[in-house]
Every structure is written in C-alpha cells, then in structure tokens.
T-cell receptor, first 114, second 113 residues
Framework: GAVVSQHPSRVICKSGTSVKIECRSL??????MFWYRQFPKKSLMLMAT?????????EQGVEKDKFLINHASLTLSTLTVTSAHPEDSSFYIC??????????FGPGTRLTVL | RKEVEQDPGPFNVPEGATVAFNCTYS??????FFWYRQDCRKEPKLLMS???SGNEDGRFTAQLNRASQYISLLIRDSKLSDSATYLC??????????????FGTGTLLAVQP
C-alpha cells in the first residue's frame, strides 16, 4: 500500500511554543491530505482537509489561526500548532487519499505540552 | 445520535474463535465504507473496504446492508495477532477531493491464548 510518513513522531514542548508537524506521501502524489486528532480512548476526529495550492478547510470547532496548515506540494502538508497549551496534547495523525478513496495514514505524532 | 456507532467491547475470545463486529451509520448518502485496524498507540491501518456485494479477504469477511445502514466484519479462526481495535469508517463525501471519513469509536478485540 501507499506510504505516508510523519515527522516528528513524538514531541514534548513548553506551553506557549509552536510545533510544526510534517506529513509526506512517499510514493504517490496526494492532492488532498487530512489532519486528525485523537485523544486517549477516543475516536479519530477530523480537524481539517488540506488541499494542495489552496487554503485548508477546517471542521467546525477547530481554530484555523491556532492550527495552521500549509500544503505546499503534492507530497507535503504541514500542521503548525501555534502557542500550544496542555489541552493541545494529543495524537495528531495525517492521511492521504489513494485512487480508490481509501485513506492511508501516517504513523502519527504524539504531542505533549507541559 | 452518533454518525457511526459501534459496540466498544471489549470482545474477549479464545484463539480459533469466530467473532463478528457490527456497525451502523446514520447518513444514508454515505458512499464508501471501510474497516480499519488500530493497534495501541499506533495509526489506523486499512483492513479492507466494504462492498455492497460483500467481500472476503482470507479470514475476514465484510458485509454491507445499505437499506439498514449496517456494516459487519467477521473474523474466523482468530489469532492472537488479531488483538486490536477495529474501526468502522464511513466516507460521507461524494468522493474525490471531498472525501470525509467518519470514524466509529472502535471495537476492542482481545484474543486469548
């Protein structure tokens, strides 16, 4: 199957700092990528849809100024958590769509904000 | 009502058992359906797509009933390595660039030796 990578896999930061997470499709081009967040023992929740060359589409309740998304190329999307706070601590996962509408997920980034 | 509902389990079964998971979805316009598997603290991995005619992949069989808005997954001859959380996933978009996956909360399966 298609391979999606994420970097970093784990990050610990102080409250108030910004954290950038990269999502890359390694062996295919992804016009659309998605960003999810998963809290412990909860289901994945879609945060935003990232479209190459245009603005991201955010889900209701997700602050676009706090979660900055840039989809600069067909293989790279970045999520920046600005001024992170402890409540932003979560498992952030990206995905990219295959040709049959299935989504391939990156390995996730575990963010801990102290 | 949740858009995708699953029994959270856990399902504790012995090795070799057959286990079935059920899922219901609320949006009748949903286009495509999947089962994903998620291991603890890992990303979800696609297990199989679900087609209207039903489909099988080895020990795994998926069924879809559009009229009842119901999806199932059957695992035969359970292995210890099948222990994971199984996510029912529905695509509510019309496809292409507007894919939007809705995840169930998952059903936890624990296969006992």
């Amino acid at each position: 199957g298609a391979v999606v990578s994420q970097h970093p896999s784990r990050v610990i930061c102080k409250s108030g700092t910004s954290v950038k997470i990269e999502c890359r499709s390694l062996d295919f081009q992804a016009t659309t990528m998605f960003w999810y967040r998963q809290f412990p023992k909860k289901s994945l929740m879609l945060m935003a849809t990232s479209n190459e060359g245009s603005k991201a589409t955010y889900e209701q309740g997700v602050e676009k100024d706090k979660f900055l998304i840039n989809h600069a190329s067909l293989t790279l999307s970045t999520l920046t958590v600005t001024s992170a706070h402890p409540e932003d601590s979560s498992f952030y996962i990206c995905s990219a769509t295959g040709i049959y509408n299935e989504q391939f997920f990156g390995p996730g980034t575990r963010l801990t904000v102290l | 009502r949740k858009e995708v509902e699953q029994d959270p389990g856990p399902f504790n079964v012995p090795e070799g058992a057959t286990v079935a998971f059920n899922c219901t979805y609320s949006n009748s316009a949903s286009q495509s359906f999947f089962w994903y598997r998620q291991d603890c603290r890992k990303e979800p991995k696609l297990l199989m797509s679900v087609y209207s005619s039903g489909n099988e992949d080895g020990r795994f069989t998926a069924q879809l009933n559009r009229a009842s808005q119901y999806i199932s997954l059957l695992i035969r001859d359970s292995k210890l390595s099948d222990s994971a959380t199984y996510l029912c996933v529905v695509n509510t978009g019309p496809g292409g660039a507007t894919n939007k996956l809705i995840f169930g909360t998952g059903t936890l399966l624990a296969v006992q030796p």
